[in-house]
C-alpha cells in the first residue's frame, strides 16, 4: 500500500489532468499500465510512473479518443440500423371532390389536400 501513489499525485507529476489520464487509460495505448482501483480511488504503483510518462508521450489526446469513441459509436448505430427492417411508409389517404357539375367525384389533383387536416 506505500508504494501506491492517487491518481491526483500523478496527474501532478506527470502534469496533466485527471482527465487526460482518465482518457489515457481508456485508450489501447501500449504499454499503458493498469491502474489499481481500491474502493472507487485509483493508484498506480510508484514503479509505474516511467511507464505511464512514456505511454502518455506516445498519446495524442483528446483529439485520438473522440475519433476513436465516435467511430465504434457510428459502428454500432450502422449494426442497429442493418438488423432492423426497413420500415415501409403508408401511402397518404387521397380525398375525393365533389363535382359540383352532378358527375362522380374525382380525385384530387397531385399535390393538392390528402388525408391530413382533414375535418367532416
Excluded: C
Excluded at 37 to 52: G, K, N
Amino acid at each position: 500500500m506505500k508504494d501506491l501513489v492517487p491518481q491526483k499525485r500523478i496527474a501532478a507529476e506527470l502534469g496533466v489532468s485527471r482527465s487526460s489520464l482518465w482518457r489515457a487509460s481508456r485508450s489501447s495505448i501500449p504499454g499503458f499500465p493498469p491502474p489499481i482501483v481500491v474502493r472507487a480511488r485509483v493508484y498506480w504503483q510508484r514503479s509505474d510512473l516511467p511507464a505511464l510518462k512514456a505511454a502518455l508521450d506516445r498519446f495524442q489526446g483528446r483529439k485520438a479518443f473522440e475519433k476513436e469513441r465516435r467511430h465504434a459509436k457510428a459502428r454500432a448505430a450502422l449494426a442497429e440500423a442493418t438488423r432492423l427492417k426497413a420500415k415501409r411508409r403508408k401511402g397518404t389517404a387521397i380525398l375525393r371532390q365533389p363535382d359540383l357539375f352532378g358527375g362522380d367525384d374525382v380525385a384530387a389533383p397531385n399535390g393538392a389536400e390528402t388525408g391530413l387536416g382533414r375535418r367532416d
